[in-house]
T-cell receptor, first 116, second 113 residues
Framework: GESVGLHLPTLSVQEGDNSIINCAYS??????FIWYKQESGKGPQFIID?????DKRQGQRVTVLLNKTVKHLSLQIAATQPGDSAVYFCAENGGPSGAGSYQLTFGKGTKLSVIP | DTEVTQTPKHLVMGMTNKKSLKCEQHMGHRAMYWYKQKAKKPPELMFVYSYEKLSINESVPSRFSPECPNSSLLNLHLHALQPEDSALYLC????????????FGQGTRLTVV
């Protein structure tokens, strides 16, 4: 079936370096993607989103890149800080169902550890 | 207010107990969701409510019974659960339509003994 997956389960980076977290998706009909950050014991927190008519979107210290040709999504975090340590999930919009609601399908997640 | 509030934060229940998880949002969202998350796994969709009506049930066992009393509240009634149902249960909400972010609550950590 369709799936959203991540290339690396864990990533360790030095404080101050840039982090890149990758995600592959297989549903070519996906048109909306979200990156979530989940800290231990907490719910997923929205970081940034991107629509399929874009290939890049920037936020504060974060950039999401979308390559529809190879169905690849990445999250770049600039000047990584200890507070960035968490599990990062990409999620895709599974399409509308029932009066316009939609389903989010999550990838497996990447654990980011920042070394002080 | 951009919060989704879930209660309780932690719950321990026996296999013969009946309990309920509660979720509340005041963002005017008309779509609300229940997700289940096992340790070191991504959240998995259980139910979707749209305009207070159940629109998606992802083949969830009947021992989980959702309820949406009004546009701000979402409940999950639990009965005769199994130890393997122990997990973090997450509630989320969003505006209707595609391409809008879903806001998540902090979850209820459920342990079935």
């Amino acid at each position: 079936g369709e799936s959203v997956g991540l290339h690396l389960p864990t990533l360790s980076v030095q404080e101050g370096d840039n982090s890149i977290i990758n995600c592959a998706y297989s549903n070519s009909a996906s048109d909306y993607f979200i990156w979530y950050k989940q800290e231990s014991g907490k719910g997923p927190q929205f970081i940034i989103d991107i629509r399929s008519n874009m290939d890049k979107r920037q936020g504060q210290r974060v950039t999401v890149l979308l390559n529809k040709t190879v169905k690849h999504l990445s999250l770049q975090i600039a000047a990584t800080q200890p507070g960035d340590s968490a599990v990062y999930f990409c999620a895709e919009n599974g399409g509308p169902s029932g009066a316009g609601s939609y389903q989010l399908t999550f990838g497996k997640g990447t654990k980011l550890s920042v070394i002080p | 207010d951009t919060e989704v509030t879930q209660t309780p934060k932690h719950l321990v229940m026996g296999m013969t107990n009946k309990k309920s998880l509660k979720c509340e949002q005041h963002m005017g969202h008309r779509a609300m969701y229940w997700y289940k998350q096992k340790a070191k796994k991504p959240p998995e969709l259980m139910f979707v409510y749209s305009y207070e009506k159940l629109s998606i049930n992802e083949s969830v066992p009947s021992r989980f019974s959702p309820e949406c009393p009004n546009s701000s509240l979402l409940n999950l009634h639990l009965h005769a659960l199994q130890p393997e149902d122990s997990a973090l249960y997450l509630c989320a909400s969003s505006h209707q339509g595609m391409n809008t972010e879903a806001f998540f609550g902090q979850g209820t950590r459920l342990t079935v003994v």
